[in-house]
């Protein structure tokens, strides 16, 4: 049997890092909320806390309401989708990977968790939250693997797509739980509504598909992104991961190499020291 990775968040990224370590042979268990907060379900390991069951780029992701679902999920080779504390599980991880990207969350993750800790973007500490940290913000380091010290802070600058990149997003007017009015994959023009937040529009700024979309009743605050529109209006980009995801996701895989949990081919592994080119 493979070593087995607990991963918090089931997100895009931790999906692309639960997705990695899944291939490379780790039993992978991914604990998040009831309602996860995730914006693109359709990759997304969380969606099956909702949905019951996903599959990610080829690798199946179920729901499991115990120890025992777990267990039987890992053992059909799996992902294993929990929400819930994880100490209900009483797992004794062989890697833990703090991929919930909201900065200093508690509970904060401790090397003593597990034999090697993974964080994922700012907040996290390496040496002192974690073993590791992941870039996660796009540029040159995307995907760094960094074993002192912290990644870089959140920038809050959304990916260049076609030239466009901060009217791609969809914002709350205010604070409150979301409400969707139309779906992933819908095509909008400028202006359509695409959600309310207790009764005040979410409008699109630019003609596309919406590819993210927080779901209904998922609390947000004012200002918080909730969506974004894909001006490419292609339908298969639905269910791919993206580059970011899977460099971090790589990012990852090279920790648990480095730290003995995992042995793996040179070629699954490239150079991730400090200014080296990202994985991208």
């Known amino acids: 049997m493979g070593a087995l990775a607990l991963i918090r968040g089931g997100g895009e ?3 692309g890092i639960g997705h990695a370590l899944a291939r490379a042979g780790l039993r992978v268990v991914v604990v998040d909320r009831p309602l996860p907060g995730a914006l693109r379900l359709r990759v997304a390991f969380a969606a099956a806390a909702v949905e019951g069951r996903v599959t990610v780029e080829g690798v199946v992701a179920v ?18 989708v929990f929400v819930g504390a994880p100490a209900a599980l009483g797992l004794a991880p062989d890697a833990l990977v703090d991929a919930r990207m909201r900065s200093l969350t508690a509970p904060m993750a401790r090397l003593d968790e597990a034999r090697c800790v993974v964080g994922v973007g700012p907040g996290i500490e390496a040496g002192r939250d974690a073993h590791y ?17 912290r990644a870089e802070d959140y920038t809050g600058v959304p990916g260049d797509v076609l030239g466009v990149r901060e009217p791609r997003i969809l914002r709350s007017p205010c604070a409150g739980p979301i409400d969707r009015v139309r779906d992933l994959g819908d095509f909008v023009d400028p202006g359509d509504v695409v959600a309310t937040v207790r009764g005040e529009p979410v409008c699109a700024r630019i003609g596309g598909m919406i ?14 992104k909730v969506g974004d529109v ?34 793996a081919a040179p070629s699954e592994i490239t150079s991730s020291e400090r200014g080296s080119p990202a994985c991208i």
């Open 13 to 15: 990224l931790g999906t």
């Open 63 to 80: 729901r499991c309401a115990d120890r025992a679902a777990v267990d039987a999920a890992l053992a059909r080779g799996e992902v294993a």
């Open 133 to 149: 940290v992941v870039e996660s913000n796009r540029g040159p380091r995307l995907g760094e693997l960094i074993r002192v010290g």
């Open 211 to 224: 590819r993210g979309l927080k779901l209904a009743g998922v609390e947000v605050g004012a200002g918080h």
């Open 230 to 263: 894909d001006p490419r209006r292609d339908r298969a980009l639905l269910g791919a991961m993206t580059d970011k995801a899977k460099a971090v996701g790589r990012g990852a895989l090279r920790a648990l190499v480095e730290a003995g949990v995992l042995v």
